[in-house]
């Protein structure tokens, strides 16, 4: 008599951050070749979406590009179970515009300025006479909430003229937009796009988006396994980008 098949292992969910999903994706499917566990990597719907699947117990793991939301990271604790992140690499985030734009560099204050509304044409940076389109993500988003707090601080907003949308909406968007402006992170921008190089005199430290893997309390042994491979990947990854 033939014995029963074992069932099948329960799949590990992962939600979250639009900026991580590809990269998940890749790690994911080298994981399943060498170890006996069905890894679903769900579409990026972003950091704030990852934290609350955690939080309705609808993902194993969240993927994330910043910090957990202030209501988010308070219900956690209200549990005992506060959000666990593993950092897998760190990623810079750059500011960009489309490969037509003569402008080739500014300062930090100059895309405050541009970004808070406070300059508004291009001409006044060095280009054409022509309105800046500023595109922004969801303030929900980890890489945008990185990219806010280190440009903008606690005392300024985005322009109310700046269209927010989601990454890759803004890059295609900026792809056919030759005035707009934009951000994100260096792994994930289109090569056809082109990085605005920072102007200041004085040296100046990279806005880095952080890219996280994230539990609710304690980790699962599989969850474990799966976190200790992506970071590993991960800093893999990072050292052959810094020698390319």
Same mark, same amino acid.
């Given at each position: 008599?033939?014995?029963?098949?074992?069932?099948?292992?329960?799949?590990?969910?992962?939600?979250?951050?639009?900026?991580?999903?590809?990269?998940?994706?890749?790690?994911?499917?080298?994981?399943?070749?060498?170890?006996?566990?069905?890894?679903?990597?769900?579409?990026?719907?972003?950091?704030?979406?990852?934290?609350?699947?955690?939080? +309705?117990?609808? #993902?194993?793991? =969240?993927?994330?590009? &910043? %910090?957990?939301?202030?209501?988010?990271?308070? *219900? $956690?604790?209200?549990?005992?179970?506060?959000?666990?992140?593993?950092?897998?690499?760190?990623?810079?985030?750059?500011?960009?515009?489309?490969?037509?734009?003569?402008?080739?560099?500014?300062?930090?204050?100059?895309?405050?300025?541009?970004?808070?509304?406070?300059?508004?044409?291009?001409?006044?940076?060095?280009?054409?006479?022509?309105?800046?389109?500023?595109?922004?993500?969801?303030?929900?988003?980890?890489?945008?909430?990185?990219?806010?707090?280190?440009?903008?601080?606690?005392? +300024?907003?985005? #322009?109310?003229? =700046?269209?927010?949308? &989601? %990454?890759?909406?803004?890059?295609?968007?900026? *792809? $056919?937009?030759?005035?707009?402006?934009?951000?994100?992170?260096?792994?994930?921008?289109?090569?056809?796009?082109?990085?605005?190089?920072?102007?200041?005199?004085?040296?100046?430290?990279?806005?880095?988006?952080?890219?996280?893997?994230?539990?609710?309390?304690?980790?699962?042994?599989?969850?474990?396994?799966?976190?200790?491979?992506?970071?590993?990947?991960?800093?893999?990854?990072?050292?052959?980008?810094?020698?390319?």
């Amino acid at each position: 008599m033939n014995n029963p098949p074992h069932p099948p292992s329960p799949a590990l969910q992962l939600t979250g951050s639009t900026t991580l999903l590809p990269r998940m994706q890749r790690i994911a499917e080298a994981y399943m070749e060498t170890h006996a566990v069905r890894v679903v990597v769900n579409g990026g719907c972003g950091t704030a979406r990852g934290y609350k699947a955690l939080l +309705d117990g609808t #993902t194993d793991i =969240a993927m994330a590009s &910043g %910090t957990a939301p202030d209501d988010l990271a308070a *219900a $956690a604790g209200a549990r005992g179970l506060p959000f666990r992140a593993t950092v897998v690499r760190r990623d810079a985030i750059v500011p960009l515009v489309h490969a037509s734009n003569p402008v080739d560099a500014l300062t930090l204050l100059q895309l405050r300025n541009v970004f808070t509304g406070r300059i508004a044409d291009w001409a006044r940076l060095g280009g054409p006479r022509a309105p800046i389109e500023v595109l922004v993500g969801p303030p929900t988003g980890g890489v945008s909430t990185s990219w806010r707090q280190r440009l903008l601080g606690v005392a +300024d907003t985005y #322009t109310p003229l =700046a269209r927010v949308l &989601g %990454t890759d909406d803004r890059l295609a968007r900026l *792809a $056919a937009r030759p005035f707009a402006i934009t951000y994100a992170p260096h792994m994930a921008f289109p090569r056809h796009l082109k990085v605005l190089r920072i102007a200041d005199t004085a040296p100046v430290d990279p806005v880095y988006a952080p890219l996280m893997l994230v539990t609710l309390g304690p980790w699962t042994l599989p969850a474990a396994r799966f976190i200790a491979y992506a970071a590993a990947a991960g800093q893999a990854g990072a050292a052959e980008a810094d020698r390319a």
